[in-house]
């Protein structure tokens, strides 16, 4: 493998590049219009624009992309994560060209993104299950029918994505009727199939996810868990690993469930195994994401090892060179996303020009992005700047790591979630670890966030002050009023 055509955007396109250049492989970015200017496309070996700003007439193009790949003799090829990562028709083209595709099997990603299908594979493997659903449903009364049996509160999930699109709390029956023809209508325009299936609402759940690599000699392991509980619209705004609440009598019982399943659908590269854990610390089956995750970073700070790496030679035929027992967390790992998104508006996405921006440096400091200053945050994509990661001995010391890093990230021009980010690891449940998904409903209010950024920026003018007169040696501290 001499060469490979990235097929994404952005920070994940910058991270493919550098662990191929590593490697000692040359690599094509394919880039639209919108994106001639930024970070990825220079750093390529070669990069070529493929279109327009849509993504439609770009990055999801794969006509246009194979016929770049063979024209410039392209070897493989990675999706990274969002576009084409899970798209099982994509994968096939890719292998019809006589190219690799730096991922699982096309029947694979065909079956885990089938969420009736990858159900069913998880029965088989005895992955303890959340009541739902056996099949795909279009109809309203039957849908109603069954979760009168199970219960309220239930979820309508979309039988065919993901990313939160078609999904839907139903509370009782009154509201039944209503939600779901939104669920079936948002999941038919974001996938072309409106088909839905019902589960059990778990209430005050934690979202735990266990990373695994296979290579194509059948070997199996679990880079141990991810904490993914702060979100927002059911997509993750921080994660960490490990999770503060799992002890290791529940990682080695879910690890191995992650790696009975993988090992049934035949799985082959790196992937991740999501579960929803209960109060009572019983957790099931959520769905398994056949790409590389946002959140792989925090596994490669406590682990040490390459995930993207790993991808490529699990592609290219190697075998996996660790056991299980091989795999032993090293210290703490916490990740803020940095999104463009006004967090006092309902965390709307914020576009604009970057007048500044300045990201902050250090030893255990990770910072994977896409952007720098004096570039423009286009309206077309999703609207993630970076991945602000810290690593710590302990989760205390991630926490103030990341916290010092938020403090010394510049942005101008945007709104961001870096002011979230620092509301979030100063937040008692998340220091205690008892937050759950519903972090954000529960304790977030932008008034909130508000005072304590005025009551931040107050306080720092007011310590540059008295720094400023003790130099000038006229020294009479400050003390603000409460």
């Known amino acids: 493998m001499k060469k490979v055509l990235i097929a994404n955007r952005g920070e994940i396109a910058l991270r493919i590049i550098r662990s191929a250049k590593k490697m000692g492989i040359s690599t094509l970015a394919v880039f639209s219009e919108a994106d001639r200017k930024m970070p990825f496309v220079r750093e390529a070996d070669e990069a070529v624009c493929i279109g327009p700003a849509e993504s439609k007439n770009s990055y999801l193009k794969t006509d246009k992309i194979i016929e770049v790949a063979k024209k410039y003799f392209v070897d493989a090829i990675h999706p990274g994560y969002g576009f084409l990562s899970e798209n099982a028709d994509f994968a096939e083209e890719v292998n019809k060209a006589g190219l690799t595709f730096i991922g699982p099997l096309p ?93 059990k609402y778990i209430q005050n759940p934690k979202h735990i996810e266990i990373q695994i690599l296979a290579d194509q000699h059948g070997q199996v392991l679990h880079l141990l868990e991810r904490e993914c509980s702060v979100q927002r619209r059911h997509q993750k ?91 032993i967390p090293n210290g703490h790992a916490i990740e803020l996303r940095v999104y463009a998104e006004d967090t006092t508006n309902d965390f709307l996405p914020s576009t604009g020009h970057l007048s500044q921006y300045s990201t902050p440096k250090g030893e255990n400091i990770r910072v994977d992005d896409g952007y720098e200053q004096g570039l423009d945050v286009p309206i077309y994509y999703d609207p993630m700047l970076s991945k602000l990661c ?24 945007i709104s961001t979630t870096l002011p979230f980010g620092r509301f979030a690891l100063n937040h008692l449940a998340f220091r205690d670890g008892t937050f759950t998904t519903n972090f954000v409903k529960e304790y977030f209010k932008p008034e909130a966030l508000k005072k304590a950024e005025k009551d931040r920026v107050e306080g720092a003018a007011i310590v540059a002050l008295n720094h400023y007169l003790k130099k000038a040696r006229t020294y009479r501290p400050i003390i603000r009023q409460k």
């Open 237 to 327: 705004v921080i994660e960490e690993a490990p999770s503060p609440v799992v002890n290791e009598e529940l990682r080695k019982k879910m690890g191995a469930d992650a790696v009975r399943l993988a090992k049934i659908c035949n799985y082959q590269s790196a992937g991740t195994v999501e579960f929803i854990v209960d109060e009572e610390l019983n957790y099931y089956f959520l769905e398994m994401n056949t790409r590389l995750q946002v959140e792989h970073p925090v596994t490669e700070m406590i682990t040490g090892l390459d995930l993207v790496a790993w991808q490529i030679r699990i592609a290219r035929g190697e075998q996996l060179t660790l056991q299980q027992e091989d795999i």
């Open 107 to 199: 029947k694979t990603i065909r079956e885990m993104g089938d969420k009736i299908a990858a159900r069913d594979i998880a029965k088989k493997a005895a992955v303890p299950l959340v009541p739902g659903t056996e099949e795909a449903i279009t109809k309203i009364d039957k849908a109603l029918n069954f979760a009168r049996s199970i219960g309220f509160p239930v979820i309508i999930k979309a039988a065919a994505g993901g990313g939160g699109k078609g999904m839907r709390i139903v509370e009782n029956e009154k509201e039944f009727e209503a939600q779901m023809k939104r669920a079936t209508s948002e999941a038919l325009n974001a996938f072309g199939n409106g088909a839905v299936f019902v589960e």
């Open 390 to 413: 810290a690593w710590g001995k302990n989760r205390d010391e991630a926490i103030a790591q990341l916290l010092s890093a938020i403090d010394h990230y510049l942005v101008d021009g």
